[in-house]
């Protein structure tokens, strides 16, 4: 099983022959080694709760790799993930993890148990592109939730964000392996708020690439701004939120913020919901 940081590469020779799920999970083991960290995200979450919770409302799932390291790292902890996807949510199985292939508006999915804390995390709510798609979103969140729960999600804005254009990064691994990632703003619509972002990944040994995996994630996303999110989460029934700015990327720490001169420029922003 491929799981997570372990990931084999697939041999460049490998690749030309490989089948479109060997793919698939190649992408889904480089999404999490590049774009998600997991670690810091449960200590993000647990500080923004503020007290001890120890249930995982993960929406969005994709993998679970949050709610795989939840109850890892929280002892006693438990956590629901919830994909549309269950060949992802089954990727990496972890008994301690409880996975449900629903839409996360679906009633069953209130039948998971209650939160102390959901989360849609890496720009999810996007995959939602009405407003009433939202709102039931929110309802069903806030109906999940016990006593002191709250609702984490997050966006990106800032004058940056219907710029056209694409963010390489590359790290170093142990072992000689070079990871590159690009994301690619691919069109951006401000009237109606639909933009298309591509997620790319190569791994290179030595200098040649030995997986290469274009457009290995599209995106065809509602861009939700903040006030949007805070007006969502209101009407759902939240009677506190907060806006945190989150730089450079949405795992990182959190400083909350009462002005908007910390969104002017580029910035990955999230806004919690209190019960
Ligand atoms: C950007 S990925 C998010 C992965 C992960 N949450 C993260 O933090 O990186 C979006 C995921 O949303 C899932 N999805 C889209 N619409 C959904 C819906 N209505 N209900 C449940 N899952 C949905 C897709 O299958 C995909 O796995």
Redesign the pocket.
């Known amino acids: 099983m491929i799981r997570g940081r372990a990931s084999p590469s697939l041999a460049r020779d490998a690749l030309t022959t490989c089948t479109q799920r060997e793919r698939t999970r190649e992408a889904w083991a480089l ?1 999490e080694r590049t ?2 960290d ?1 670690a810091r ?1 449960v200590a993000l979450l647990r500080r923004l709760h503020g007290a001890r919770p120890r249930v995982l409302g ?6 679970a ?2 709610s795989r390291a939840w109850v890892e790292r929280v002892a006693g902890g438990r956590a629901f993930a ?4 269950a060949e ?1 949510l089954a990727f990496a199985p972890d008994p301690r993890v409880e996975c449900r292939a ?5 009633a069953a999915v209130a039948d998971l148990g209650p939160c102390d804390v959901v ?6 709510l ?3 592109h009405t407003r009433a ?1 939202l709102e039931a ?1 929110a309802r069903m969140a806030h109906a999940r939730l016990a006593p002191h729960g709250i609702a984490v999600v997050d966006t990106y804005g800032g004058e940056s964000a219907w710029r056209l254009g694409v963010l390489e990064r590359r790290r170093a691994e142990e072992g000689g392996e070079e990871l590159r990632w690009t994301w690619e703003q691919r069109s951006a619509d401000p009237l109606t708020g639909e933009v298309v972002d591509a997620l790319s990944f190569r791994v290179l040994r030595a200098g040649e690439v030995v997986v290469d995996l274009p457009d290995a ?1 599209v ?1 065809r996303w509602r861009l939700w701004s903040v006030p949007e999110l805070v007006d969502v989460l209101r009407a759902a029934g939240f009677v506190r939120t907060e806006v945190h700015v989150n730089l450079p990327d ?1 795992n990182g720490a959190a400083r909350a913020c009462s002005d908007g001169a910390a969104l002017h420029g580029g910035c990955v922003a999230l806004v919690v919901g209190r019960v």
Do not use: C, H, I, K
């Open positions: 999404y774009v998600q997991p995200t993960e929406d969005f799932a994709g993998t790799a949050l919830v994909d549309l996807d992802a629903d839409d996360v508006r679906s989360q849609a995390g890496n720009f999810s996007g995959e939602l798609d979103w994630f995106y949405a």
